[in-house]
């Protein structure tokens, strides 16, 4: 299976697991599923609508943190990505932050379709607590991740370099997968949508050999 991100659909916002749609390919089998995180103001929704080549699919605010939710889309009618809520804005009250952080590692655990995530970080940043925080959740989640280093327009190319040295430095593990994104200058979908297909086609890869290997031990 190859995914071209064509023909994406929004298919609905969800709190709890119970309202978390099942959804299935034109066969029958469960779509495989991509999140995207990061903090709220990384673009995530712009990297979004860039990637579907879609404006306004994805609702992008001048406020950060205004998604508060987790929202689900498909693309191809055959992959589903999850939108969710960004992490880290302060301005945000207290009282919903709070909320935040056990839904997305509720969704994170208990999620069987999710089989990749994308984690957005801003070129021009480091990693504070949250991020160390959304990774060890990962980790622990045990899912495959690439890191996207957004707004690379905003640095020169001698900076990007060396942001991207102290950003995988700062989050030290080993065979990070990581790419570079700018919506404004067109730069990375291309790029984005092969290391796709190429982490999740080894997922199913990784998938048929462990399945040939418990036949063979029965």
Do not use: C
């Not at 207290?94 to 970080?121: A, D, H, S």
């Not at 991207?164 to 919506?183: P, R």
């Not at 404004?184 to 080894?202: D, F, P, Q």
């Amino acid at each position: 299976m190859k995914y071209f991100f064509k023909n994406p659909v929004f298919i609905k916002t969800a709190m709890k697991e119970p309202d978390y749609p099942l959804l299935l390919t034109v066969k029958g089998t469960p779509m495989q599923e991509i999140a995207v995180t990061g903090r709220s103001n990384v673009g995530k929704s712009s990297l979004l609508n860039h990637i579907f080549a879609r404006k306004g699919l994805v609702k992008t605010s001048s406020s950060p943190g205004k998604t508060q939710a987790i929202n689900f889309f498909t693309t191809d009618d055959t992959l589903s990505l999850v939108d969710l809520p960004g992490y880290g804005y302060a301005k945000v009250p207290l009282e919903i932050r709070k909320k935040w952080g056990p839904m997305v590692q509720k969704y994170l655990e208990k999620r069987p379709t999710l089989e990749l995530v994308l984690f957005l970080f801003d070129i021009r940043r480091v990693p504070n607590e949250d991020d160390f925080r959304m990774m060890d959740w990962l980790i622990h989640a045990g899912k495959s991740v690439i890191l996207v280093l957004t707004k690379v327009d905003k640095v020169k190319s001698n900076e990007k370099k060396a942001n991207t040295d102290k950003i995988l430095k700062a989050f030290a593990l080993q065979n990070l997968y990581h790419t570079h994104y700018s919506v404004t200058k067109n730069i990375g979908r291309k790029e984005l949508i092969a290391m796709v297909n190429e982490a999740l086609g080894e997922v199913v890869n990784d998938a048929e050999a462990e399945a040939e290997s418990v036949g063979e031990d029965e």
